[in-house]
T-cell receptor, first 111, second 112 residues
Framework: NAGVTQTPKFRILKIGQSMTLQCAQD?????MYWYRQDPGMGLKLIYY???????DKGEVPNGYNVSRSTTEDFPLRLELAAPSQTSVYFC??????????FGSGTRLTVV | KNEVEQSPQNLTAQEGEFITINCSYS?????LHWLQQHPGGGIVSLFM???GKKKHGRLIATINIQEKHSSLHITASHPRDSAVYIC??????????????FGKGTKLSVKP
């Protein structure tokens, strides 16, 4: 099925561990985004990419890194996980004039 | 003050009722989005609009650019409409790269 695929769906990390959240889309969308969703808050932009090889920081980039080596993949790397990174993470993609397509989310708990 | 404000935060309705969720924004936008998120679920895009009105089934979205206001209406509500509805705006300035600014969401519960 066409869309945005996120893995894993759930993960528990210990403080100081690292992990990569995977995001892949098969719609040939240039624009891709990573958002985090905290209870009672609107989604916040972590990083975004306008095409392969181009990434930029969003509103809350600290503690995260991204790469975009292909149009399809946009992984989000957490280094030295902290409790403040406990959240639900959404990857999204779009083309210029159409709406966004979101992944199903990754629920991350840092303990 | 958030750039995108939604009201109400929580809404409980009886099945069959007409529902309205409001969204106001304080920045220049190129498009306004309505999204739906079921409990524990992903986010689905319902509408993207930059003017006027759009309809899909029992859902209707309107936007008034001059008043910087949008509404999402649900006619003949059903328990399966229970979800969080999120308003989001695509900023209208060079370099924004289509980034979205999100409201905090409206949690809708429709009772049978």
């Amino acid at each position: 099925n066409a869309g945005v695929t996120q893995t894993p769906k759930f993960r528990i990390l210990k403080i100081g561990q690292s992990m990569t959240l995977q995001c892949a889309q098969d719609m040939n969308h240039n624009y891709m985004y990573w958002y985090r969703q905290d209870p009672g808050m609107g989604l916040k932009l972590i990083y975004y990419s306008v095409g392969a090889g181009i990434t930029d920081k969003g509103e809350v980039p600290n503690g995260y890194n991204v790469s975009r080596s292909t149009t399809e993949d946009f992984p989000l790397r957490l280094e030295l996980a902290a409790p403040s990174q406990t959240s639900v993470y959404f990857c999204a993609s779009r083309v210029q004039v159409y709406g966004y397509t979101f992944g199903s989310g990754t629920r991350l708990t840092v303990v | 003050k958030n750039e995108v404000e939604q009201s109400p935060q929580n809404l409980t309705a009886q099945e069959g009722e007409f529902i309205t969720i409001n969204c106001s924004y304080s920045v220049g936008i190129s498009a306004l989005h309505w999204l739906q998120q079921h409990p524990g679920g992903g986010i689905v895009s319902l509408f993207m609009l930059s003017s006027g009105k759009k309809k899909h089934g029992r859902l209707i979205a309107t936007i008034n650019i001059q008043e910087k206001h949008s509404s999402l209406h649900i006619t003949a509500s059903h328990p399966r409409d229970s979800a969080v509805y999120i308003c989001a705006a695509t900023l209208n300035y060079g370099g924004s790269q289509g980034n979205l600014i999100f409201g905090k969401g409206t949690k809708l519960s429709v009772k049978p």
